[in-house]
């Protein structure tokens, strides 16, 4: 039973440029979570969806920031004219229900902005 | 608000010595604990969780933790640490009133001498 896949796992962006970071779930997961982590610091809550819905969206910037988890598909998370505060390990976590509480984190994605 | 601390940023441990890593919550009911565990470069590893019950539990890697609602802590044990520890260590706190994203402390670098 494969765990969460995020790719890419490293990405290198110019100032500007937009990223585009993917999330697969754990099978049989429909919860998926998306966490920052900057440098020295803990991971930060950003967005929590559903299958073709957003959840809770508190923690994500106002800006440049989007996330989507379609019917068919990982889920995504994009971020228009990166700078270079973006710079972080992006992680994606997954549940299967709103009743389990336990998330499973994949290996993350690390943004570098340029 | 919910708010998760680890006090001591690094600790550093002999090979076979005992360990303890300190976390302190604040949350108004009782939540759902967690340790996670990083090694370098990647993903978050679940360790162990708290829901209810016995607060003693046990984890993988001989890892156990305690539950004391009247400190509020949930820390973090193993009775003799291996070199293969050494990594970061992520106390988190979560529950479904607080739109089921975690909450995470800073973290606790650990490094094992031999």
């Known amino acids: 039973n494969a765990g969460v896949m995020q790719n890419p796992r490293h990405l290198v962006r110019r100032r500007g440029q937009e990223a585009r970071l993917r999330c697969s779930p754990m099978?049989?997961?429909?919860?998926v979570y998306w966490y920052r982590q900057l440098p020295e610091e803990g991971l930060k809550f950003m967005v929590y969806?559903?299958?073709?819905?957003?959840?809770?969206e508190s923690g994500m910037p106002k800006e440049r920031f989007s996330a989507e988890f379609p019917k068919e598909g990982p889920s995504i998370l994009r971020i228009q004219q990166v700078v270079r505060g973006d710079s972080a390990a992006y992680f994606c976590?997954?549940?299967?229900?709103?009743?389990?509480?336990?998330?499973?984190f994949g290996p993350g994605t690390r943004l570098t902005v340029l | 608000a919910q708010s998760v601390t680890q006090p001591d940023i690094h600790i550093t441990v002999s090979e076979g010595a005992s360990l303890e890593l300190r976390c302190n919550y604040s949350?108004?009911?009782?939540?759902?604990l967690f340790w996670y565990v990083q090694s370098p470069g990647q993903g978050l590893q679940l360790l162990l969780k708290?829901?209810?019950?016995?607060?003693l539990v046990q984890g993988i890697k001989g890892f156990e933790a305690e539950f004391k609602r009247s400190q509020s802590s949930f820390n973090l044990r193993k009775p003799s640490v291996h070199w293969s520890d050494a990594a970061e260590y992520f106390c988190?706190?979560?529950?479904?009133?607080?739109?089921?994203?975690?909450?995470f402390g800073t973290g606790t670098s650990l490094t094992v001498i031999p």
């Open positions: 099978k049989g997961h429909s919860h």
């Open positions: 708290y829901f209810s019950g016995d607060t």
């Open positions: 988190a706190v979560g529950a479904k009133d607080t739109g089921n994203q975690f909450y």
């Open positions: 969806l559903q299958k073709e819905n957003i959840i809770d």
């Open positions: 949350y108004g009911a009782t939540p759902y």
């Open positions: 976590a997954s549940s299967p229900d709103y009743s389990t509480d336990t998330q499973y």
